[in-house]
């Protein structure tokens, strides 16, 4: 039974940086995309930034040029940088990964950004 796991989020100013974590365990099948989405309240869960395998990425125009996703293929894990945090960034962040079988979601960490 596979899971991801985040880690990381938290409380920050305005124009802080957060850095997140996502660990995968008990995944066989070969993950494929590596993703971060976020749904604040009372908002659709939104895509924040994607990778592929080979390293393609893709970002939300809001978040582009702030926030930098990275993964370790042999660890299994991704990682979601994010600077000069803005208050509407607030949400909470969930990982997710894509396999040739099924996906799989985190539970989420909360970002909050005070202004």
């Known amino acids: 039974q596979g899971q991801l796991v985040e880690s990381g989020g938290g409380l920050v100013q305005a124009g802080g940086s957060l850095r997140l974590s996502c660990a995968a365990s008990g995944i066989i099948l070969r993950i494929n995309t590596m993703a971060w989405y976020r749904q604040a309240p009372g908002k659709q869960r939104e895509l924040v930034a994607a990778?592929?395998?080979?390293?393609?990425?893709s970002y939300a125009a809001s978040v582009k040029s702030r926030f930098t996703i990275s993964r370790d293929n042999g660890e299994n894990t991704a990682y979601l940088q994010m600077n000069s945090l803005k208050p509407e960034d607030t949400a909470v962040y969930y990982c997710?990964?894509?396999?040739?079988?099924?996906?799989?979601w985190g539970q989420g960490t909360q970002v909050t950004v005070s202004s």
């Open positions: 997710a990964a894509s396999t040739y079988g099924r996906d799989y």
């Open positions: 990778m592929t395998r080979g390293g393609t990425t």
